[in-house]
């Protein structure tokens, strides 16, 4: 099958670190692991950092160009695609393009990760809004990542029955030969992989310095891998703490994550309003039990008592004694880690994720015969 990809709020060519350009990237890799051509459609990114009404009109501009654009290739004879996928559609970041050329096409249209935010209807933001509407009334499938994800679309008039479960998942096969038995003659190594942004991320550095400073008692070392326009501020934070207990690693490449994490005994990262949080199932595929915030959409990476332990938001003291806890009982830490390993690997791996996918796509293609009439 030929997939139409889009990702409204990202430029998929660049290659600045982007929590969306890598789930972008993983969801296309896992359709062309389940044996589908991947095209990317359009290159046009809707994001509005602001609701300003002349660029959404800009960009519905550029939107028709594009959609004319592609009609014509298919016209002159270019194949067709047989599906249209967009990821992460919502009301800051609309898709202009994919529900409107996919019902010219007759081609069935999928989401990823779309949301509706019904608060959003009336205010600055309601043009942008109702921008957003189309692609949760066309899909005839949407890949629900969380379950907050999937309240949001429920609220947004979407049947249950369109919702397809897809949870978060990574590349499981580097981490597969990374982990071994921890080291035992030191102090146990602690670590957080984060860009050093501002907003809840500079906010979770805070309160990770803040709970590590009730655990002055205790031997520990923190190793931080990121980097960011705050790293300054980063830096700041964590500076009250005691020399020599805090070390800035910088970015790392992809290539030498899984032999980084699976040098550590804990991964620990508050997690402010994160999605999910990818980097927390690459740590427990390296064998490390997570400590976070029950925050966003965190529980559908980390299972509380089972893979890690969550905290509630802001909880400083509760963050402490929980890190406490597990620095303390290697025998509770390495339990956790075994069973965040033998989750990541088995049940959030691309293979997975692509067999997960195939199935809902199986479903929907055969069972709208028109998509088989733009095919040249």
Same mark, same amino acid.
């Given at each position: 099958?030929?997939?139409?990809?889009?990702?409204?709020?990202?430029?998929?060519?660049?290659?600045?670190?982007?929590?969306?350009?890598?789930?972008?990237?993983?969801?296309?890799?896992?359709?062309?692991?389940?044996?589908?051509?991947?095209?990317?459609?359009?290159?046009?990114?809707?994001?509005?950092?602001?609701?300003?009404?002349?660029?959404?009109?800009?960009?519905?501009?550029?939107?028709?160009?594009?959609?004319?654009?592609?009609?014509?290739?298919?016209?002159?004879?270019?194949?067709?695609?047989?599906?249209?996928?967009?990821?992460?559609?919502?009301?800051?970041?609309?898709?202009?393009?994919?529900?409107?050329?996919?019902?010219?096409?007759?081609?069935?249209?999928?989401? @990823?990760? #779309?949301?509706?935010?019904?608060?959003?209807?009336? &205010?600055?933001?309601? =043009?942008?809004?109702? /921008?957003? *509407?189309? !692609?949760?009334?066309?899909?005839?499938?949407?890949?629900?990542?969380?379950?907050?994800?999937?309240?949001?679309?429920?609220?947004?008039?979407?049947?249950?029955?369109?919702?397809?479960?897809?949870?978060?998942?990574?590349?499981?096969?580097?981490?597969?030969?990374?982990?071994?038995?921890?080291?035992?003659?030191?102090?146990?190594?602690?670590?957080?992989?984060?860009?050093?942004?501002?907003?809840?991320?500079?906010?979770?550095?805070?309160?990770?310095?803040?709970?590590?400073?009730?655990?002055?008692?205790?031997?520990?070392?923190?190793?931080?891998?990121?980097?960011?326009?705050?790293?300054?501020?980063?830096?700041?934070?964590?500076?009250?703490?005691?020399?020599?207990?805090?070390?800035?690693?910088?970015?790392?490449?992809?290539?030498?994550?899984?032999? @980084?994490? #699976?040098?550590?005994?804990?991964?620990?990262?508050? &997690?402010?309003?994160? =999605?999910?949080?990818? /980097?927390? *199932?690459? !740590?427990?595929?390296?064998?490390?039990?997570?400590?976070?915030?029950?925050?966003?959409?965190?529980?559908?990476?980390?299972?509380?008592?089972?893979?890690?332990?969550?905290?509630?938001?802001?909880?400083?003291?509760?963050?402490?004694?929980?890190?406490?806890?597990?620095?303390?009982?290697?025998?509770?830490?390495?339990?956790?880690?075994?069973?965040?390993?033998?989750?990541?690997?088995?049940?959030?791996?691309?293979?997975?994720?692509?067999?997960?996918?195939?199935?809902?796509?199986?479903?929907?293609?055969?069972?709208?015969?028109?998509?088989?009439?733009?095919?040249?």
């Amino acid at each position: 099958m030929r997939i139409a990809f889009y990702c409204p709020t990202v430029d998929l060519s660049d290659d600045t670190p982007s929590g969306d350009r890598r789930m972008a990237d993983l969801l296309m890799a896992a359709l062309r692991l389940a044996g589908h051509e991947v095209v990317i459609a359009s290159r046009l990114r809707s994001y509005g950092k602001d609701p300003d009404a002349s660029r959404l009109a800009r960009l519905e501009e550029e939107a028709s160009r594009d959609r004319n654009h592609l009609t014509r290739r298919f016209d002159d004879g270019e194949r067709a695609p047989d599906l249209w996928f967009t990821y992460h559609p919502y009301y800051k970041a609309p898709d202009l393009i994919g529900p409107m050329l996919s019902q010219t096409l007759a081609i069935p249209y999928v989401t @990823a990760e #779309a949301s509706f935010a019904g608060k959003r209807a009336a &205010g600055p933001w309601a =043009a942008w809004h109702k /921008a957003s *509407l189309p !692609a949760l009334a066309r899909a005839a499938c949407h890949f629900t990542f969380t379950a907050r994800d999937r309240e949001g679309l429920l609220a947004g008039g979407v049947e249950q029955s369109a919702m397809v479960d897809l949870p978060p998942f990574i590349e499981t096969a580097p981490f597969v030969t990374m982990a071994g038995p921890r080291l035992r003659d030191r102090p146990p190594h602690m670590v957080c992989v984060a860009m050093m942004r501002g907003g809840r991320k500079l906010q979770s550095f805070r309160d990770l310095a803040s709970a590590l400073a009730r655990l002055g008692d205790i031997d520990w070392q923190l190793t931080l891998y990121g980097d960011g326009p705050h790293r300054a501020a980063v830096e700041a934070a964590f500076a009250v703490l005691p020399a020599g207990r805090i070390h800035f690693a910088g970015r790392i490449g992809a290539q030498d994550l899984p032999a @980084a994490l #699976a040098r550590a005994d804990l991964y620990v990262w508050p &997690g402010l309003g994160e =999605a999910y949080g990818l /980097a927390y *199932l690459e !740590a427990q595929a390296a064998g490390l039990p997570v400590i976070a915030y029950n925050s966003g959409g965190v529980s559908a990476c980390v299972d509380d008592g089972q893979t890690g332990l969550l905290v509630g938001e802001s909880d400083d003291a509760g963050f402490a004694a929980a890190i406490r806890s597990l620095l303390q009982n290697s025998e509770l830490r390495d339990h956790l880690g075994s069973q965040a390993r033998t989750m990541a690997l088995t049940k959030r791996s691309l293979s997975v994720a692509a067999e997960r996918v195939e199935a809902a796509l199986s479903v929907i293609v055969p069972a709208t015969p028109a998509c088989r009439q733009v095919m040249p």
